[in-house]
């Protein structure tokens, strides 16, 4: 995928002579993502078109909230940055991804993923009074939107979501989409943190999500490692489930929306979940 002019002509200003190693753009949505060599070393260069919100995100999350993971190498160091183009450069992180290798179901890799999401929920906090509201707004416009979602489950969903308490939320800095395919280990097995695209304020327990419906599923040592190495379990009950209802209707309606099939089909498994938790 190539950048866009203005993007290219401020990597040539950033970067003179930089050679493309590698395209590691996901390819669903128009973020860029180039691995380049230049005479600084090696840099990961990613930008966005105009809509593109994650490019801003993760520019924010880098400069205020990687403190702690930048003293022991556990994340990408932000080189250079413009809002106005929707484009940063980071510091190339060696490492090999954890999704998919022997490491994602390694109980060591998820007590250090554990660690790392402590000291970054850590950091900071504060109180929301209409945090819940917004997120269940959120779910009802994806609902609204296209999707596969079939009408009586649809009905079931909204019918779930009318019954949502909105209370006072404390809210930390989140990474947004925390799973293996977001971490990197490298040949000492370190893990490392990749794409703040998603970085925002909310509850502790919605960076939980993903990992409880994909890799904790059938693993509880895994679950458990995480745990021991985040020190608490953050999942009060009422909140783990609406958050669970939330992901799952996003999970499906944006997979579908993007063409990502797989993703979608999980979306559908994780609101059949949910269902069934409601219905038992």
Same mark, same amino acid.
């Given at each position: 995928m190539?950048?866009e002019r203005t993007?290219?002509?401020?990597?040539d200003?950033?970067?003179p002579?930089?050679?493309v190693?590698a395209?590691?753009?996901w390819?669903?949505?128009?973020t860029?993502?180039?691995?380049l060599?230049t005479?600084?070393?090696?840099?990961?260069v990613?930008?966005g078109?105009?809509?593109?919100?994650?490019?801003g995100r993760e520019i924010?999350?880098?400069?205020?909230?990687t403190?702690?993971?930048?003293?022991?190498g556990h994340v990408?160091?932000?080189l250079?940055a413009d809002?106005?183009?929707n484009l940063?450069?980071l510091?190339?992180?060696p490492?090999?991804l954890v999704?998919?290798?022997?490491?994602a179901?390694?109980?060591k890799t998820y007590r250090?993923a554990?660690?790392?999401?402590?000291?970054f929920?850590?950091?900071a906090?504060?109180?929301s009074e %209409?945090?819940?509201?917004?997120?269940d707004?959120?779910?009802?416009?994806?609902l609204?939107?296209?999707?596969?979602?079939?009408?009586?489950?649809?009905?079931?969903?909204?019918?779930?979501i009318?019954?949502?308490?909105?209370?006072?939320?404390?809210?930390v800095?989140?990474h947004g %989409?925390?799973?293996?395919r977001?971490?990197?280990?490298?040949?000492?097995?370190?893990?490392?943190?990749i794409?703040l695209?998603?970085?925002?304020?909310?509850p502790?327990?919605t960076d939980?999500?993903r990992l409880a419906?994909?890799?904790?599923e059938?693993?509880?040592d895994?679950e458990a490692?995480?745990?021991d190495?985040?020190?608490?379990?953050?999942r009060?009950q009422?909140?783990w489930?609406?958050?669970?209802?939330?992901e799952?209707i996003?999970?499906a309606a944006?997979?579908?929306?993007?063409? %990502?099939?797989?993703f979608?089909?999980?979306?559908?498994?994780?609101?059949?979940?949910?269902?069934?938790?409601?219905?038992?």
């Open positions: 190539p950048l993007q290219q002509q401020a990597v200003r950033w970067f002579g930089a050679e190693v395209d590691m753009s390819g669903l949505v128009d860029v993502v180039l691995h060599k005479q600084a070393g090696d840099v990961v990613k930008a078109g105009p809509g593109n919100r994650h490019i924010s999350g880098h400069r205020d909230w403190g702690p993971w930048l003293d022991g990408n160091r932000l250079r809002h106005d183009r940063l450069a510091s190339y992180l490492g090999t999704q998919g290798t022997p490491a179901g390694d109980p250090q554990g660690e790392l999401l402590a000291a929920h850590g950091q906090s504060t109180v %209409d945090y819940e509201a917004g997120m707004a959120q779910a009802l416009r994806w609204d939107g296209e999707h596969r979602i079939g009408a009586d489950t649809e009905r079931d969903l909204r019918s779930i009318a019954t949502h308490e909105h209370a006072p939320a404390v809210l800095p989140t %989409d925390w799973q293996p977001n971490w990197l280990v490298d040949d000492e097995g370190r893990v490392r943190v794409d695209g998603r970085a925002a304020w909310r502790a327990l939980l999500g419906r994909q890799e904790w059938g693993r509880p895994l490692a995480f745990l190495g985040y020190g608490s379990d953050p009060e009422g909140a489930q609406r958050t669970l209802v939330r799952a996003g999970t944006w997979a579908y929306q993007v063409g %990502d099939e797989p979608e089909q999980q979306g559908h498994r994780m609101i059949q979940q949910c269902l069934e938790v409601t219905n038992a």
